[in-house]
């Protein structure tokens, strides 16, 4: 709205009484009115003036139409009072007699109720204004600016309707909500959060929820929430959260971040779930796993016993007894020893079999030298038997790694070293092992046709890969790609290995003793 530049305040009263400091400010503020509608022009800004002596109101023609006054004519104190929303009329009053009697800035919001051809529309108008005052302190006049706040009001309300209809909505989910601003301190909790823990808000507030999480998992969760934080990344933990009755309970919190409509960042929201019978669950399928895993390497070296200490012998005593009766056949012609002679060589190539077979489901050098040697042989063999170069190195490995580890970074290599023979269509395969700190690290890769990472594969090598590291702490990585070769790592740190193998021995310790069945 634009003031016209002909606008002026209203004239006070020729015959109203003025006093000379009155007077004084009268003539000041006539002399900076120029001054003010200058000022205003071209804005929405309402020009205002109160004379407390004369009890006169003068209102610029911007002010008249946000209060739906005539652009001429007088205004009264009754005219304002007469524009005001019934229910805002005794606070805005109080508001404004306040701030001049006690020498206070003067500031509020009210609804001004305009006519128009019949119909009322109500206008959001903020107003302020300061005082004058004479010697002693009485108040001469109050001069202010108002302006239409409609829209902002509007999209506030629209904002609280939002944000209730989220509160009704959160409130209702079969889930625990939270959310927390740019400063990562949280500031919101849903109701079935708060019963969940039996917590008051105010007692959840901030970095006070933590006072509730696991003491093992507590700085897991904290600098997992603190890292994804920093990096605006998605993230999803499980910890242990205290429930009402004081038993803890698994937990899965999966957070996201938060952006205002102009992009800037604005905090986080999560929900978390009670995944407590789940984990058990998981926890004892993983077990099972474990427990068939132990049993298939136990049958493995049992079977691997029996041809090497069994079979292969028996063998090689019916090769020496067949080429001794070869020999020794008086008058046999040449094609009967000749014959027995091949039968000779069928029944070492049998034992040679036996014995290849027997390494291959256990390796008696892993077993009497370690991994490292244990790998070395076996890379030696697959490469004579499978017509595959395998250049295999090793560094900083320590002597003494154990026995479970070693035979998992074994198998590893074994299934790796198939896969490609079986699908890389390359003859070279690259093996590594090292140590670095407390994680041992083997890596198996070639330069063959890769894969693609995304599409489901209908082989078990992989769980099966992920489930031995899992038995020992450790984790498995695969890089591929189409045509670019394939990388298998395998990590495994050697510390909490070491305390997975003291909680199994514990655990069958215990099962033992009570008379479980596993």
Same mark, same amino acid.
Not at 79 to 89: I, K
Not at 192 to 213: C, D, S, Y
Not at 415 to 422: D, S, V
């Given at each position: ?33 120029? #001054? ?5 022009? /071209? ?13 006169? =109101?003068? #209102? ?55 006519? %128009?051809?019949? &119909? ?9 204004? $300061? ?17 239409? @706040? ?17 509160? *009704? ?7 625990? @909500? #939270? ?5 990562? *301190? ?34 897991? !969760? ?29 937990? =899965? ?10 992009? $800037?960042?604005?905090?986080? @929201?999560?929900? !978390? @779930? ?12 993983? /077990? ?26 028996? *063998?090689?005593?019916?090769?020496? /007894?067949?080429? &001794? ?16 002679? %091949? ?14 077979? &027997? ?48 035979? !998992? ?27 670095? +700190? ?18 489901? $594969? ?16 450790? #984790? ?38 009570? +008379?479980?069945?596993?």
């Amino acid at each position: 709205m634009t003031q016209p530049a002909d606008a002026a305040m209203v004239p006070l009263p020729n015959d109203a009484p003025m006093t000379n400091e009155s007077a004084r400010v009268e003539d000041a503020l006539r002399k900076s009115e120029e #001054w003010f509608r200058l000022a205003t022009l /071209g804005s929405q800004l309402g020009l205002w003036y109160w004379d407390e002596v004369r009890q006169a =109101l003068l #209102w610029d023609v911007t002010a008249r139409e946000l209060f739906g006054a005539p652009a001429e004519g007088e205004v009264t104190l009754q005219t304002f009072v007469d524009a005001l929303h019934v229910d805002d009329r005794d606070r805005v009053m109080r508001t404004w007699r306040r701030a001049l009697e006690n020498r206070l800035p003067y500031a509020t919001d009210m609804r001004a109720v305009v006519s %128009r051809d019949g &119909s009322s529309k109500v206008r959001w108008v903020h107003a302020r204004g $300061s005082g004058y005052y004479d010697e002693r302190g009485e108040p001469l006049v109050m001069v202010g600016v108002v302006f239409d @706040i409609t829209d902002r009001k509007e999209a506030e309300q629209k904002l609280r309707e939002s944000e209730e209809r989220f509160r *009704l909505v959160a409130n209702a989910a079969p889930v625990m @909500i #939270w959310m927390s601003g740019t400063d990562k *301190l949280c500031d919101y909790f849903n109701q079935p959060w708060l019963e969940f823990t039996g917590q008051p808000l105010e007692a959840q507030l901030g970095e006070r929820w933590t006072a509730g999480v696991h003491p093992e998992e507590l700085k897991f !969760c904290v600098e997992t929430y603190s890292r994804a934080f920093d990096g605006r990344e998605p993230f999803e933990m499980q910890y242990r959260l205290r429930r009402n009755d004081g038993e803890y309970r698994w937990i =899965l919190d999966t957070g996201v971040p938060r952006f205002n409509s102009d992009g $800037s960042f604005a905090g986080y @929201i999560g929900s !978390c @779930i009670d995944v407590t019978e789940r984990k058990l669950a998981a926890d004892a399928l993983a /077990g099972l796993s474990g427990r068939l895993i132990e049993a298939q390497e136990d049958e493995r070296n049992r079977i691997a016993r029996e041809l090497h200490d069994d079979y292969a012998q028996r *063998l090689a005593i019916l090769s020496m /007894g067949l080429e &001794s009766l070869a020999e020794n056949v008086a008058g046999s012609s040449v094609e009967i020893r000749d014959q027995l002679l %091949r039968f000779v060589d069928h029944a070492s190539e049998l034992g040679a079999d036996l014995h290849s077979l &027997s390494h291959r489901l256990h390796s008696s050098t892993l077993d009497r030298l370690g991994v490292v040697a244990g790998l070395q042989g076996f890379c030696k063999e697959f490469a004579q038997q499978q017509s595959v170069q395998v250049d295999f190195s090793h560094e900083n490995v320590p002597s003494g790694i154990p026995a479970d580890v070693g035979l !998992c970074i074994f198998r590893i290599a074994q299934e790796a070293l198939r896969n490609i023979k079986k699908h890389s269509g390359v003859k070279k395969a690259e093996v590594r092992l090292d140590c670095t +700190g407390e994680t041992l690290h083997l890596s198996v890769s070639d330069r063959g046709r890769g894969f693609d990472l995304h599409e489901p $594969s209908t082989g078990i090598g992989i769980r099966s890969m992920e489930e031995r590291l899992r038995l020992v702490g450790g #984790w498995l990585e695969i890089h591929s790609g189409a045509s670019k070769g394939a990388r298998v790592e395998a990590w495994v740190p050697l510390n909490r290995a070491s305390q997975l193998a003291q909680t199994r021995e514990s655990s069958d310790a215990s099962e033992l003793w009570t +008379g479980g069945i596993p």
